[in-house]
């Protein structure tokens, strides 16, 4: 494998791991679906992640495209799409749950008189949250003319939301087995990384930007 695939696969692969959350949702999901029989959950884990799925791809094909149609430069994109995720990846570091890769207070309260949580709130904002389609634009926008890297991207991501679902099957034993520690050690390990890694997408963005140079050169 080309050093540029190997590096665009791991640098997508944590990204989505940690702005999907497949272990933290199969614990939010576990405790939405307690009580509901085996046959009834599994088919709400495959609609929800079949629904998130497109969300994303669609997205990932036409995001970029939309931006664009708005006037909105690729600089800008690495910049706010870094800060999004610097959001994501510090939340993860606390263990401190927020609206941007899970559910708020009302729409836990909402989703837990629902029969049905496989479009609201599993595909999103759970799997397909504001977190995951800003990284899948802004990796696909950053590799745009490469199709074999941005091939990787979105084999990174399927990769994923089928671990996504993988996870929702075992969510019961996977909280049993890591209990809130585990999960949290998980969450922050993957934090710093997302962290590190929104910060060098800032950077990137605000050097695509000439921002610095105009400075400096009325300075």
Do not use: W
């Not at 949702?25 to 009834?40: C, D, E, Q, W």
């Not at 708020?104 to 949580?117: F, K, L, M, S």
């Amino acid at each position: 494998m080309a050093p540029d695939i190997l590096e665009t696969a791991l640098v997508a692969l944590t990204t989505f791991f940690a702005t999907i959350g497949p272990v933290d949702i199969a614990a939010i999901y576990a405790g939405l679906t307690a009580g509901m029989p085996v046959k009834n959950r599994r088919k709400m884990a495959i609609k929800g992640v079949l629904i998130a799925s497109l969300i994303l791809l669609m997205f990932a094909f036409f995001g970029a495209g939309l931006l664009a149609y708005m006037g909105i430069s690729l600089a800008a994109l690495k910049t706010s799409g870094g800060i999004l995720l610097l959001l994501v990846g510090i939340n993860m570091v606390l263990a401190h749950p927020s609206g941007i890769n899970s559910t708020t207070a009302d729409e836990a309260e909402e989703a837990a008189t629902r029969n049905d949580i496989s479009v609201f709130p599993l595909a999103t904002p759970l799997l397909a949250g504001p977190g995951a389609i800003g990284a899948v634009v802004l990796l696909m926008a950053k590799h745009e003319g490469d199709v074999s890297l941005q091939a990787t991207v979105l084999g990174a991501l399927v990769a994923v939301l089928l671990l996504s679902l993988i996870c929702l099957f075992m969510a019961t034993q996977l909280q049993r087995i890591l209990g809130v520690t585990g999960l949290n050690v998980i969450s922050r390990i993957v934090g710093v990384l997302l962290t590190a890694l929104a910060v060098q997408f800032i950077f990137d963005g605000i050097g695509a930007s000439k921002l610095m140079v105009s400075l400096s050169a009325s300075s």
